[in-house]
C-alpha cells in the first residue's frame, strides 16, 4: 500500500500542500477500466508547478505493482515541462501525456512545439491531443499524437462520424469524453470509439420488475445477518447455499488487508479473529465485485469505501470508520444491482447515519461522500468547499486518495 511518507529521488518534482488531484476513469468497449486520467483542482495554471504536482502524484501510484501493470495514467504537461527531464526513469508504458494546446500559438510556436512533441516521442512516451488537433493549423502536431480526446458534450451528433473518420485517418485512438448518456454511449461504440469517460456507466438501469440478481441477493441477505449479529450456524447455512460465496469472502478476509498472520480458513473462524461488524464491510465488497453491471463499477464502489473510511479516519472513531466504508461502497447499490436505493436497503437494518447519506444525502458522512465524488472529477468548487468543510488539507485528501486506489487495485487483483 502506499504510505503518506513514501520516498521520492531527491530531484524528482514533489507534490505540495497546495495541490489538489482528481481522476477521471477511461473505460474501454467492455466498461472495464484502461486508466486513470489524473488533473488538477487546486486552479494552478497550466506550468512547471501543476504538472511537477501531478507527476509525483504518479509516481506515488505507479508504486502499486497492479496498477502500474494494468491501467494507464494520464497527465496533463505543458510545453515547458515537456523537456525537464522528469520522466527519464518512469517506464513510458506507464505514462500518457495530454499535451497543452495553447491559444493563440502562431505557426512559429506550432513548429518549435511539434519539434518536442517529436523529441518526447522519441523516448516511446504516448502522446494526447485535444479535438483542436483535426484543425489544419495543428496538423503538424497530430501527426505524433497516440490518443485524441472528443469532447461529445461539444459537438453535434451529426458530425461525429465525419470527425471520428478523421480521427481514424491521422491513425489516433479516440477517448470520446463527457459521456453521461448511455445511448450517445451506444451510438459511439456502433461509430468504433473503444475508450470512453463519463458516468454513463455509474447510472442506474432499472431490471425488469426490480428484482435483484440472485447473488446479489444472497450476498444483501448475508450483509443483513452480519449486520444483526446473527447466530453464526445460520450465516454457514447461507454461505453453503453458494460456494463461491464462501470462497470469495474467506479471499479477501486473507488478503493481507486486516493484517491477520494466520491464515483463515472458515467463516467461524473469521467470526472469532476479527468479528462480524468487521466482516461487514468484506461482505459490501463481495457485492461490489458480484460482476453484475460494468466492471468499472467495482473498482469505482471500493475505491470510493476505502477513500471515505481514510478521510473519517481523520475525525471520526473506528467504528463510524467502518460505516464510511459501508457508505462509499453502497453510494452505487442502485447502479450495482439495477434495483432503487431504497429497495436495495430494505431489511439490512444499516444506522441511521449511513441510511441517511446513502438516501437522502445528509447527515454525518454526506460531507465525506460529496469530497469522495468530488475526487472523481474535475469538480473545483466541490473538492475545495468539501475540504475545507472538514478541516483536510488538500495534501491529507491527494494521499488518502493515492493509498484508496492502489489497495483497490492491489485488492481486486486477482
Same mark, same amino acid.
Given at each position: 500500500m502506499i504510505q503518506a511518507d513514501a520516498p521520492?529521488?531527491?530531484?524528482?518534482?514533489?507534490?505540495? &500542500?497546495?495541490?489538489?488531484? +482528481? /481522476?477521471?476513469?477511461?473505460? &474501454?468497449?467492455?466498461?472495464?477500466?484502461?486508466?486513470? @486520467?489524473?488533473? &488538477?483542482? !487546486?486552479? +494552478?495554471?497550466?506550468?512547471?508547478?501543476?504538472?511537477?504536482? #501531478?507527476?509525483?502524484h504518479a509516481r506515488l501510484l505507479l508504486a502499486s505493482?497492479?496498477?502500474? @501493470? /494494468?491501467?494507464?495514467?494520464?497527465?496533463?504537461? !505543458?510545453?515547458?515541462? #515537456?523537456?525537464?527531464?522528469?520522466?527519464?526513469?518512469?517506464?513510458?508504458? $506507464?505514462?500518457?501525456?495530454?499535451?497543452?494546446?495553447? $491559444?493563440?500559438?502562431?505557426?512559429?510556436?506550432i513548429?518549435?512545439? +511539434?519539434?518536442?512533441?517529436?523529441a518526447i516521442k522519441a523516448q516511446g512516451v504516448r502522446l494526447l491531443l485535444g479535438q483542436e488537433a483535426l484543425s489544419s493549423s495543428w496538423r503538424p502536431w497530430l501527426q505524433h499524437a497516440d490518443y485524441l480526446k472528443l469532447d461529445v458534450a461539444r459537438l453535434p451528433a451529426p458530425a461525429l462520424p465525419s470527425v471520428i473518420k478523421l480521427a481514424a485517418a491521422a491513425k489516433v485512438r479516440v477517448i470520446a469524453g463527457s459521456v453521461h448518456d448511455p445511448v450517445?454511449?451506444?451510438?459511439?461504440?456502433?461509430?468504433?470509439?473503444?475508450?470512453? $469517460?463519463?458516468?454513463?456507466?455509474?447510472?442506474?438501469?432499472?431490471?425488469?420488475?426490480?428484482?435483484?440478481?440472485?447473488?446479489?441477493?444472497?450476498?444483501? @441477505?448475508?450483509?443483513?445477518?452480519?449486520?444483526r449479529e446473527a447466530d453464526t450456524a445460520e450465516i454457514e447455512e447461507l454461505l453453503k447455499r453458494d460456494p463461491g460465496l464462501s470462497f470469495n469472502l474467506l479471499k479477501f478476509i486473507n488478503s493481507g488487508a486486516f493484517g491477520l498472520a494466520t491464515e483463515i480458513t472458515s467463516f467461524r473462524s473469521a467470526v472469532?479473529?476479527?468479528?462480524?461488524?468487521? #466482516?461487514?464491510?468484506?461482505?459490501?465488497?463481495?457485492? +461490489?465485485? !458480484?460482476?453484475?453491471?460494468?466492471?468499472?463499477?467495482?473498482?469505482t464502489a471500493v475505491v470510493r469505501g476505502r477513500?471515505?473510511?481514510?478521510?473519517?479516519?481523520?475525525?471520526?472513531?473506528?467504528? $463510524?470508520?467502518?460505516?464510511?466504508?459501508?457508505?462509499?461502497?453502497?453510494?452505487?447499490?442502485?447502479?450495482?444491482?439495477?434495483?432503487?436505493?431504497?429497495?436495495?436497503?430494505?431489511?439490512?437494518?444499516?444506522?441511521t447515519a449511513v441510511t441517511d447519506a446513502l438516501l437522502y444525502r445528509r447527515g454525518l458522512f454526506q460531507p465525506f461522500l460529496a469530497l469522495t465524488e468530488a475526487c472523481e472529477g474535475a469538480n473545483d468548487d466541490a473538492f475545495a468547499r468539501y475540504a475545507s468543510e472538514l478541516l483536510l488539507s488538500g495534501?491529507?485528501?491527494?494521499?488518502?486518495?493515492?493509498?484508496?486506489?492502489?489497495w483497490a487495485e492491489e485488492l481486486l487483483a486477482t
Open positions: 521520492t529521488r531527491p530531484d524528482a518534482p514533489t507534490a505540495g &500542500d497546495g495541490s489538489r488531484f +482528481a /481522476r477521471q476513469v477511461i473505460l &474501454d468497449a467492455r466498461n472495464a477500466i484502461h486508466g486513470y @486520467e489524473l488533473t &488538477d483542482v !487546486s486552479g +494552478a495554471p497550466p506550468g512547471l508547478e501543476r504538472d511537477a504536482a #501531478l507527476l509525483a505493482k497492479p496498477l502500474a @501493470e /494494468r491501467r494507464v495514467l494520464v497527465l496533463p504537461c !505543458s510545453l515547458a515541462s #515537456l523537456s525537464a527531464g522528469w520522466l527519464q526513469d518512469v517506464d513510458p508504458q $506507464q505514462l500518457v501525456l495530454a499535451v497543452d494546446m495553447p $491559444q493563440g500559438l502562431d505557426a512559429a510556436g513548429a518549435q512545439g +511539434a519539434e518536442q512533441l517529436a450517445r454511449h451506444a451510438d459511439l461504440l456502433g461509430l468504433g470509439v473503444d475508450l470512453f $469517460q463519463g458516468s454513463w456507466y455509474a447510472k442506474p438501469k432499472q431490471r425488469k420488475g426490480h428484482k435483484l440478481d440472485p447473488n446479489q441477493a444472497v450476498i444483501l @441477505e448475508l450483509v443483513a445477518l452480519l449486520r472469532m479473529m476479527v468479528g462480524m461488524q468487521r #466482516l461487514l464491510r468484506w461482505a459490501t465488497v463481495l457485492l +461490489a465485485t !458480484s460482476r453484475s453491471g460494468a466492471p468499472a463499477l467495482g473498482y477513500l471515505m473510511e481514510l478521510l473519517a479516519s481523520e475525525l471520526l472513531t473506528p467504528e $463510524q470508520c467502518d460505516q464510511a466504508f459501508v457508505v462509499g461502497v453502497f453510494s452505487l447499490l442502485d447502479a450495482m444491482t439495477g434495483v432503487p436505493m431504497e429497495q436495495a436497503l430494505e431489511g439490512l437494518a444499516l444506522p495534501h491529507q485528501v491527494n494521499m488518502a486518495h493515492l493509498q484508496s486506489l492502489a
